[in-house]
């Protein structure tokens, strides 16, 4: 059956995929460029029953988040990058207490106030250090409104499979841009049970305490080991990427989001020029794609990380390359976006020095 | 066949609302599509444009460098974009606000703004702009433009329809 | 004959807080009162950064632990999604409530967030060993006002019910104390007062409680409660500074 293509914004079509995922509350503050996310929330929750609540803050908005997650509901919260970092307080409790839940990052240049224009300089922050502490978070990377979509549902499926909290790591071109959009419906979307919630214990069982205070350092080592290894099982079963006519290519671009969407159009320029040029797209950030990577090094003669920032996902790409072949970076900062005929040329030198 | 347009001007003569109607008509038309607005406090005011591709194949590069068509409702407009144009391309300038250079053979000049007004229809000369380009470049049907106005003139704003079609049909009719 | 037991809204955990400080007082309080209205499996408490942070241990209800200050977001969050026959508290003191989560706090209020916040306020900061509070009194010696709190450089204490009294969407604000027999029982009727507002749905309830510590204020437990009397209350006069709990805020 042919299923209906609404045309919408990337940050209209997160906010209806959100509510059509299950999440019922949401938490958050305006911000360029991310606030259709907070207007459409406002507009359409009521409309289902959930909660619309705009915060005093973005520590505020994440805070609620955590609580509603806390008391087992699936929920999220939206910004951009300044207001992540206010978030980041509370995604690091989250972290810490097993919380899943959704978080929203359209990015924009920084540091600081930086500017409103798109930007990919969040990605440390995302893959990193999200706060303080020894954690990670589920980070997916969509590079259109239909990827935006058919992420929502399945980051909160994942968060809630390994109890951490997972963003998603747009930017202002994703969440600004109109494209047709399909919502895959699942039948009957039933959320997991959640017994360790604090939901109130009916006066059935043992109090439920959400908590991230362990002052015995023994048993906030093992804790943290624990946690540990469950980042391991994702590492192994839940990374996504794409692979992009790498069959033959020398050289490989390594591009996520917006940028990806860019560099494809390079790629088939340069080939148009005749250059074995293939793409491989990260839509996971954390889990990184590190062994589809390493195993494109065994065969490639050099990478370039293309980036809308001063050069941070690249750090990864040398990691996984481990020194078999030069990798290279190109990006543009500040929210500029780089422009396929830059990359093109960037591809062709590359060729050039490397043939 | 692939078509990408810009269109730019003030903020508030709605150049982000014709290329959401150009763009529509590909969801119309089953075509992949891509509408990526400029945003910020330029468009209080200043300058706003948008970009619209329209493909039969999956769009890589959102943004338009090289537009087939540009629409440009200002002088800003015009000094920013018509150097961008494809060789080959078009530029549909409202001539009412637009110092057109009258050497440059891609110019199609119409003077939309004044023709809206002289038939009460302050605020459409963007859509008159759309029922010429349609003229001009066939890139989509007469039918599926129209429904795409439909579709995309708000609910709130039902009694404007008669008039964004009139809009339409003298952009489509002048000569 | 009636035996005087242990409330159920109590764990048998045995608490870190110190000799005669009171929130042990405060907690059994908040306990009883969550057994009298037959909620606890009802309620979820929320545990704030300082001395009550592992409150969580101790109250019966589910528990959350929220990041400092935080405690009313984390609240407002829980209330949200359970609904109206949730209860949900705050439990925090006057470093988490007034400094740090001071906008939390106010926001909630002006919210008319039906969550009921338990106020401990102590004039000190406990947990970290005795430093300035935002409700530290003028002159008052503490570790970072070494000579007395100079209120020309760090300003002025903070009258936390006074303030909130004036925001609309507060049903019940209180000031009690729980330095003597007549007081605590005041108090115990303050915080049921409190929790029954909230159960009725009438908007934002504050029970602000003056409490002890006498680890750092270097006084016996009893020299504590009299430094309450004499000290605390002419500057934090107790009594009700708001009640809206006939009509309700909204």
């Known amino acids: 059956m042919e299923q209906k293509r609404y045309f919408m914004k990337g940050n209209e079509a997160l906010a209806e995929a959100a509510i059509r995922a299950g999440c019922r509350s949401f938490f958050g503050y305006p911000i360029t460029p991310q606030t259709e996310v907070a207007a459409y929330m406002a507009k359409r929750m009521p409309e289902v029953g959930g ?305 | 066949m692939a078509f990408q347009f810009v269109f730019a001007g003030f903020g508030g003569q709605g150049v982000l609302f014709a290329g959401k109607v150009t763009a529509n008509t590909g969801l119309i038309d089953g075509k992949q599509v891509t509408w990526l607005p400029s945003y910020g406090p330029e468009m209080r005011g200043g300058t706003a444009n948008c970009s619209v591709c329209l493909s039969e194949e999956p769009i890589g590069c959102p943004m338009v460098m090289h537009p087939d068509v540009l629409v440009a409702m200002n002088g800003p407009s015009y000094d920013r974009f018509a150097e961008t144009v494809r060789p080959g391309g078009l530029i549909l300038a409202d001539s009412t606000l637009v110092q057109c250079d009258e050497q440059d053979h891609r110019i199609r000049p119409i003077p939309a703004t004044r023709l809206a007004a002289d038939n009460g229809l302050e605020g459409l000369a963007n859509i008159l702009l759309l029922g010429r380009m349609l003229r001009l470049t066939g890139f989509t049907t007469y039918e599926s433009m129209k429904q795409s106005i439909r579709n995309c003139v708000p609910a709130s704003k039902a009694y404007l329809l008669e008039a964004n079609f009139k809009a339409f049909e003298i952009g489509f009719q002048y000569q | 004959m009636a035996v005087f037991e242990k409330t159920s809204g109590l764990t048998d955990q045995v608490t870190h807080y110190c000799p005669g400080c009171t929130h042990g007082i405060i907690h059994r309080l908040v306990a009883e009162t969550l057994e009298e209205l037959s909620v606890l499996g009802d309620t979820v408490g929320v545990a704030s950064v300082g001395c009550s942070v592992m409150s969580y241990d101790y109250f019966s209800c589910d528990m959350v632990q929220a990041p400092h200050g935080r405690a009313p977001a984390v609240a407002t969050g829980i209330k949200r999604v359970l609904g109206p026959q949730s209860v949900v508290f705050t439990y925090q003191g006057d470093g988490d409530l007034a400094a740090i989560g001071t906008a939390e706090t106010v926001h909630a209020a002006a919210r008319g967030e039906n969550i009921t916040l338990i106020f401990v306020n102590n004039a000190i900061y406990g947990m970290t060993g005795g430093q300035m509070a935002p409700t530290t009194l003028p002159g008052q010696v503490t570790q970072t006002t070494p000579r007395g709190r100079d209120i020309r450089t760090a300003g002025f204490p903070i009258r936390i019910c006074e303030m909130l009294a004036t925001l609309d969407g507060v049903a019940y604000a209180e000031r009690v104390a729980v330095n003597t027999v007549a007081n605590i029982r005041k108090a115990k009727q303050a915080v049921q007062k409190a929790f029954t507002a909230q159960t009725e749905g009438k908007g934002f309830t504050i029970v602000e409680i003056l409490s002890t510590c006498p680890t750092n204020w270097g006084l016996t437990p009893a020299e504590s409660l009299q430094w309450v009397q004499e000290n605390m209350i002419p500057h934090y006069p107790l009594g009700v500074f708001c009640d809206r709990t006939e009509k309700g805020v909204y």
């Open chain 1, 51 to 355: 909660v619309y609540l705009q915060a005093e803050s973005e520590i505020a908005a994440a805070n609620m988040v955590l609580g509603a997650a806390a008391a087992g509901a699936r929920t999220m919260t939206s910004s951009s990058s300044p207001g992540i970092s206010l978030k980041s307080e509370a995604i690091s409790y989250m972290a810490g207490c097993d919380l899943p839940c959704l978080i929203v990052n359209v990015q924009r240049a920084g540091p600081g106030l930086g500017g409103i224009q798109p930007a990919q300089s969040d990605y440390f922050q995302a893959t990193r250090a999200n706060g303080h502490g020894d954690f990670h978070i589920l980070v997916f990377a969509p590079d259109g409104v239909q990827e935006i979509v058919d992420l929502v549902a399945h980051a909160y499926d994942t968060a809630d499979k390994y109890r951490m909290p997972a963003m998603i790591l747009a930017d202002g071109m994703l969440g600004q841009m109109m494209e047709p959009v399909v919502f895959h419906e699942k039948e009957q979307r039933e959320l997991p049970p959640k017994p360790w919630a604090a939901s109130g214990h009916k006066n059935k069982r043992q109090h439920n305490i959400i908590n991230s205070l362990v002052l015995k350092p023994a048993e906030l080592e093992q804790q943290n080991i624990a946690r540990f290894e469950r980042y391991q099982q994702v590492q192994q079963q839940e990374v996504l990427a794409e692979e992009y006519l790498l069959e033959d290519a020398e050289i490989i671009v390594v591009a996520f989001g917006a940028s990806a969407r860019i560099a494809k159009t390079a790629v088939h320029a340069a080939r148009e020029q005749g250059i074995r040029v293939g793409l491989i797209r990260p839509i996971t950030l954390w889990p990184f794609p590190s062994n589809l990577i390493a195993k494109a090094a065994e065969h490639a003669k050099a990478f370039l990380s293309v980036e809308m920032n001063m050069g941070q996902m690249v750090e990864d790409v040398r990691l996984a390359v481990g020194g078999r072949c030069p990798v290279r970076f190109y990006g543009r900062a500040g929210g500029m976006v780089p422009e396929p005929d830059e990359i093109t040329a960037v591809i062709a030198e590359l060729e050039r020095e490397v043939r």
